[in-house]
């Protein structure tokens, strides 16, 4: 009978990854904190709520029409598992922006940073950019995981320079993936991995040094050229 | 790759074009007969024709994620019981013309809203290996998700080191779109997924290669095919 040899691929320590927690992480810029729907509405209405453009790419959610629809949304994520929701916070404590640790498989060790929503006073910034940084920090070295996904529709631009500028790598195109808000969606996929995240976060460690900007606060280096990323 | 698009009317943002958001139905206990064999809804009495096909040939388990070998036929046909109720993966079992269950394939990771599902848990014991019927199962099962239940992104994705089934999918008409690394832990194991995908309007192509490919008059006297279906699909492209 025949007994093909089969390559198969290396062992690997099949602990599951914890599930996200209702932390508070704490950076140089700002913060991320486990939503609290109640004492973020009416700031994140102002920064994000009311702003269309924002949900444009964001499938299933939004626009809101109003501020009350917004709330009553908000207040739903929070009880949610999955997409586990933070928010972002500057240094004055207010709210800023939306951001979710989803599609969490902790068994695989496998977990997707998405539903990332930055007002206008977070977007460009370095603590838009620390935020990215304090979540890959606590899913890989808190959590355990090895795979960390960011996807997006692969229409929005700024979300894949982002991905590329962060240090993740394009793995490939899902055409017709999904319908988003009645229409054709391509998903671009993109994956950050456990044995690469010491040579990301010491960029991300370099690119956030206060001597990395001048003293009008631009930026020496990109942090996309650090990583390799088309600048 | 280019998606299509048009502007937002309001943002002035690129987005996706309409397209018909009714969802499409899940798989159902369906008959699918062909001209080599047939498929129909896998029952835990299929067991025993599918332990006699695959018993001693452990090899075709490596790549399934989960599931196998199996040592004791009761430990296999408590498996086939299982696999036989779920609704995803959803199981067919694959019969000769002699109506013996010689394999059995899903559908899975069933998403009716966005119209997409997969194919996969594909075991073929070596009786269907490189067979028509091997062949034809596929046609069965793709003319059925796209024409019968209305799919519209038509999924294949296997262990990124199991060069048999990347061949498969090619041959098939797949597109091979990417390999995530790292995607899975499968029996102790790193499991990095490569990614295929067949999609709606490419159907009709794929479908005159496939019955071009399983008409009777593609084959010798011996059995042999004249042009294989690997160079069709290539050279539908």
């Given at each position: ?24 992480i ?7 904190v486990?939503l609290n729907?109640a ?5 994140l209405?102002r920064e994000?709520?009311k702003?269309?453009e924002l949900?444009t790419y964001?499938s299933?959610?939004g626009?809101?029409?109003d501020?009350r629809?917004f709330?009553a949304?908000?207040?739903e994520?929070?009880?949610q598992?999955?997409p586990y ?6 240094p004055?404590g ?8 989803m599609?969490?498989r ?7 940073i ?12 370095p603590?838009?950019t ?8 606590y899913?890989f ?8 996904e960011?996807?997006?529709d ?8 982002a ?5 993740f790598a394009?793995?490939?195109?899902f055409r017709?993936h999904?319908i988003a808000?009645?229409r054709s969606?391509d998903t ?8 690469e995240?010491?040579?990301?976060k010491?960029n991300f460690e370099a ?6 900007f ?8 990109s942090?996309?050229a650090?990583n390799g990323a088309?600048? | ?6 502007t937002h009317?309001?943002?002035?943002q690129?987005i996706g074009?309409?397209?018909?958001p009714a969802?499409?139905?899940r798989?159902?206990?369906v008959t ?10 896998l ?8 332990w006699k096909?695959f018993a ?17 036929p009761?430990d296999?046909?408590d498996?086939i ?7 995803d993966?959803y199981?067919y079992?694959?019969?000769?013309t002699r109506?013996?269950?010689i394999g059995?394939?899903t559908?899975?990771?069933?998403n009716?809203?966005m ?13 269907l290996?490189r ?7 596929q046609?069965?099962?793709?003319r ?11 999924e294949w994705?296997c262990?990124?080191?199991?060069a048999m089934s990347r061949r ?8 091979y779109?990417?390999t995530?690394r790292?995607?899975m832990i499968?029996k102790g194991r790193?499991?990095d997924d ?6 709606d ?5 794929r479908k005159r290669n496939?019955?071009r490919?399983?008409d ?8 042999a095919q004249?042009?294989s ?5 290539a050279a539908?492209d």
């Open positions: 009978m025949s007994k093909p040899v089969l390559p198969v691929g290396p062992a690997v320590d099949p602990t599951p990854a914890a599930h996200p927690g209702p932390v508070t704490t950076g140089r810029f700002g913060a991320v486990r729907a004492g973020t509405a009416a700031p209405w994000i709520g702003r269309d949900w964001i299933g959610h626009p809101f029409a501020e629809i709330s949304w908000l207040e994520r929070e009880t598992s999955d929701y933070y928010t972002v916070h500057g004055d207010r709210a800023l922006g939306l951001i979710a640790l599609h969490i902790a068994a695989m060790r496998v977990v997707e998405g539903s990332i929503v930055y007002g206008a006073a977070l977007q460009r910034t603590l838009g620390e935020t990215q940084y304090l979540l890959a920090r899913a070295e808190t959590l355990g995981y090895r795979r960390y960011w996807k997006c692969s229409l929005n631009t700024p979300s894949r320079c991905a590329l500028r962060y240090g394009f793995e490939g195109i017709q999904m808000k009645g969606r671009a996929y993109f994956s950050m991995l456990d044995g995240w010491p040579d990301h010491r690119w956030l040094q206060d001597d990395n001048d003293r009008y606060g631009r930026q020496k280096r942090l996309a650090m088309a600048a | 790759m280019m998606t299509a698009f048009e009317p309001k943002t002035g690129p074009l309409p397209v018909d969802p499409a139905p798989p159902g206990p699918l007969q062909g001209r080599y064999g047939r498929l129909e809804k029952r835990p009495d299929h067991w025993s024709d599918l096909a001693g040939h452990d090899h075709v388990w490596t790549y399934i994620s989960t599931d196998g070998p199996f040592a004791q009761s296999f046909s498996f019981v299982k696999r036989a109720a779920a609704e993966p199981a079992a694959i019969l000769d109506d013996r269950a059995y394939v559908l899975l990771r069933i009716p809203p119209r997409v599902i997969e194919v996969g848990h594909v075991l073929y014991s070596p009786r290996q067979t028509p019927l091997g062949t034809e199962t046609y069965l099962l793709a059925y998700v796209f024409e019968a239940l209305g799919y519209r992104r038509y994705k262990n990124a080191l199991n498969a999918a090619l041959r098939y008409g797949f597109v779109e990417g995530f790292q995607h499968a790193n499991r490569a990614w295929y995908s067949m999609l309007h490419e159907w009709p192509a496939f019955e490919w399983l009777p008059e593609n084959f010798d006297e011996q059995g004249k042009v279906l690997a160079t069709l699909n539908a």
